[in-house]
């Protein structure tokens, strides 16, 4: 009886050739990196119907890169019965493991994923309340507006900035004011980029953005200059003419760009 022994090029083979049999043999092969492989392959191809034995893989196999490839590829495959199981895995992980698991939990999406990784907020390692902050995004639900308010006062620069813009993909009317207090914050980053995510939400009005153009630093002003050159010409081009004069280079180029776009568009005319 020939032994299933593959290489890695074997199994490049059976996932050009779309050979699931072969992928799960491999992924119960005693070479780690041949199990690592199969998963990884299994994940690209994206089929249903092999989730369960990437299940098993995330709970049973023995080294823990082979679980974690298990873990993406089952978020690629996005089917939401791999929910519980993956979420099973959190407790005594590593930071390093848990953050593959709220990955994918986001990239997966549901109620279930959102629920549990609102619970991981309150993680003391700050890259988990990254990858949560990050993965709330993902899934963008409404329900995650107040706990992505919340994270607008973390310690980390880098939660803010996926906090604003998280609030932003989901575009909630009640982000407003929190968004808006972030333009008061002495770093540019986080100004430009409340800006930014307060140009998603609907009922965000025009003055917000006017306002930015005064504002001290190059980054925010050039964005706030990009927000409005979205609006309609009449109730912009003034406020576009007056950037003309900006004190930086690219500020001023942005707002002739624009400003030659809506003329050979016909949306104004030459003397605007």
């Known amino acids: 009886m020939q032994i299933f ?11 050009d050739e779309g050979d699931l049999k072969s992928l799960l043999k491999a992924l119960k092969c005693k070479n780690s ?7 990884e392959a299994l994940g690209k191809i994206g089929s249903y119907s092999e989730v369960d034995a990437l299940i098993d893989t995330t ?20 089917d939401k019965k791999a929910i519980i199981p993956i979420i099973s895995n959190y407790q005594d992980e590593t930071d390093e493991f848990k953050e593959v698991i709220i990955f994918s939990l986001g990239e997966i999406g549901g109620r279930e994923a959102m629920e549990f990784i609102t619970l991981t907020l309150d993680e003391e390692t700050p890259y988990i309340r990254l990858r949560a ?3 709330l ?17 973390d310690d980390s620069m880098e939660i803010k900035l996926a906090a604003i813009m998280a609030l932003g993909e989901i575009g909630e009317a009640k982000a407003i004011r929190p968004l808006e207090n972030m333009l008061k914050s002495d770093k540019w980053k986080i100004r430009k980029w409340a800006l930014n995510s307060l140009s ?8 917000r953005f006017i306002e930015g153009l005064e504002d001290e ?3 925010v002003r050039d964005k706030a200059v990009e927000i409005i050159g979205k609006y309609g010409a009449d ?20 707002a002739r760009e624009i400003l030659n776009k809506r003329i050979k568009l016909g949306i104004i005319g030459i003397d605007a």
Not at 59 to 78: F, H, P, Q, T
């Open 5 to 15: 022994d593959p290489k890695e090029s074997d199994v490049q083979k059976f996932q």
């Open 33 to 39: 990196l041949i199990r690592y492989k199969a998963a």
């Open 59 to 78: 709970l049973n196999d023995k080294e823990d890169s082979v679980r974690e490839m298990a873990i993406y590829a089952l978020a690629e495959i996005g």
């Open 133 to 135: 902050v990050e993965a």
């Open 137 to 153: 995004g993902k899934i963008a639900s409404p329900n995650s507006v107040d706990d992505l308010i919340s994270a607008l006062d």
């Open 200 to 207: 998603k939400i609907e009922e965000c009005t025009l003055e």
């Open 217 to 219: 630093d190059w980054h």
């Open 235 to 254: 109730e912009t081009v003034k406020y576009i003419h007056r950037v003309l004069k900006d004190e930086d280079e690219d500020v001023r180029m942005h």
